[in-house]
T-cell receptor, first 113, second 113 residues
C-alpha cells in the first residue's frame, strides 16, 4: 500500500523568499513521485516528476524537488516565491505502471506582498 | 493545445436526480482515469480504463456510480439517485499506455441540493 503525508496544510511566505513544501511517502516498492499544482478554478498541472533517474528533479516555473530514499521524502523547493505561485500543491506517489496514483492532502501556499 | 476536456464544468442538481459527466482525453492516450476531490482534500481514485476496458474500480465507487468508455475514446461517469455527499469536484485524467504521467482536465463541480 502507498500513502503520502504533506506535513503542512498551509504555508505562507513573503514574495521573493524561498519556498519549502514538505512531502513524505510510504511505498512497498520503488515509487514514482510527482508534484502537481492546482490554481483556483483550474485543473491540476504537473510541476515535476521523479521516476528513478536523477534524484534532484527540476520542474516548471523554477521549482525543484529532491528524492531522498533514506528519508522517504520528496520536498518541493523554489528559491524565490512569486505572487503567481499562490495555489494548492499536491504530492503524489505512484507505482511503476502509473495506474495507482495516491495523492497527499495538499498544501496551500500563500505568497504575501 | 488539445488537453483533457470535461463537460459540464458545473452541475447543480437536486437530491435523487441522475447526472452524467463527460471526459474527452488527449487524443492518443490509451488510459483514462476518474477521481473525486472534496473540499480541502486531495483527489481520490475512482476508476480507470485502458482503451475501452474498465480495469479497476475503487471501493468509493458505489453501485450508484457507473463509468463507460465505449469506443476507447471519450468516457462518461453517471451518478444515479444523487445524494448530498456526492457533492464534489470530479476530475478526469489521461495517459499514454507506456507512460506514467497523468494529465488532468479542469474538472466538473457537482453540487447536490
Amino acid at each position: 500500500a502507498q500513502s503520502v503525508t504533506q506535513l503542512d496544510s498551509h504555508v505562507s511566505v513573503s514574495e521573493g523568499t524561498p519556498v519549502l513544501l514538505r512531502c513524505n511517502y510510504s511505498s512497498s516498492y520503488s515509487p514514482s513521485l510527482f508534484w502537481y499544482v492546482q490554481h483556483p478554478n483550474k485543473g491540476l498541472q504537473l510541476l515535476l516528476k521523479y521516476t528513478s533517474a536523477a534524484t534532484l528533479v527540476k520542474g516548471i516555473n523554477g521549482f525543484e524537488a529532491e528524492f531522498k530514499k533514506s528519508e522517504t521524502s520528496f520536498h518541493l523547493t523554489k528559491p524565490s516565491a512569486h505572487m503567481s505561485d499562490a495555489a494548492e500543491y499536491f504530492c503524489v506517489v505512484s507505482d511503476d505502471y502509473g495506474q495507482n496514483f495516491v495523492f497527499g492532502p495538499g498544501t496551500r501556499l500563500s505568497v504575501l506582498p | 493545445d488539445t488537453g483533457v476536456s470535461q463537460d459540464p464544468r458545473h452541475k447543480i442538481t437536486k437530491r435523487g436526480q441522475n447526472v452524467t459527466f463527460r471526459c474527452d482525453p488527449i487524443s492518443e492516450h490509451n488510459r483514462l482515469y476518474w477521481y473525486r476531490q472534496t473540499l480541502g482534500q486531495g483527489p481520490e481514485f475512482l476508476t480507470y480504463f485502458q482503451n475501452e476496458a474498465q480495469l479497476e474500480k475503487s471501493r468509493l465507487l458505489s453501485d450508484r456510480f457507473s463509468a463507460e468508455r465505449p469506443k476507447g475514446s471519450f468516457s462518461t461517469l453517471e451518478i444515479q439517485r444523487t445524494e448530498q455527499g456526492d457533492s464534489a469536484m470530479y476530475l478526469c485524467a489521461s495517459s499514454l499506455l507506456q507512460a506514467i504521467t497523468q494529465y488532468f482536465g479542469p474538472g466538473t463541480r457537482l453540487t447536490v441540493l
